[in-house]
């Protein structure tokens, strides 16, 4: 039932797996004390916050269209999406507008009637704030009655 193992091969294996384990948090410790940034900041989440009706996963995509999405690096004031250079303020404008045509699924009402893009350019993560107003929705009836 049990497989015999001679004393300096257990020792071995044990040396081995300490020296792994000591090189991998070497290693982490390394990574996680460097504080200098040569490829810039990458965009690392979107945060939806103020949304009641329309769904995250759609502000968001929406939002993604403007430049703000994982593989875009914000480098100073410049964001560099794999395509081309922008602004970042022209980046963060584009996102609220795109994120006020966010609509209720199945329908084409707009019920946000602002947003308010923030990122943080030492973390990358981007922070939208939409506030939802249905007093501005024009809803029409286009179903027959008859």
Request: with cysteine.
């Amino acid at each position: 039932m049990f497989i015999k193992i001679r004393r300096d091969t257990l020792i071995i294996l044990l040396l081995a797996f300490i020296l792994i384990l000591c090189g991998r948090l070497i290693t982490y410790v390394a990574y996680a004390s460097s504080d200098e940034v040569t490829d810039g900041v990458p965009i690392s989440g979107i945060i939806v916050k103020g949304n009641d009706v329309v769904p995250v996963d759609i502000i968001r995509s929406n939002v993604m269209q403007s430049g703000l999405r994982d593989g875009s690096v914000i480098h100073g004031d410049i964001l560099k999406t794999s395509k081309k250079e922008v602004s970042l303020q022209d980046a963060i404008q584009t996102a609220q507008e795109f994120a006020k045509r966010s609509t209720v699924p199945g329908t084409s009402v707009a019920p946000i009637s602002a947003a308010d893009v923030q990122v943080d350019k030492n973390t990358g993560i981007v922070t939208v704030t939409v506030i939802e107003d249905f007093s501005s929705v024009e809803l029409k009836n286009t179903t027959n009655q008859g």
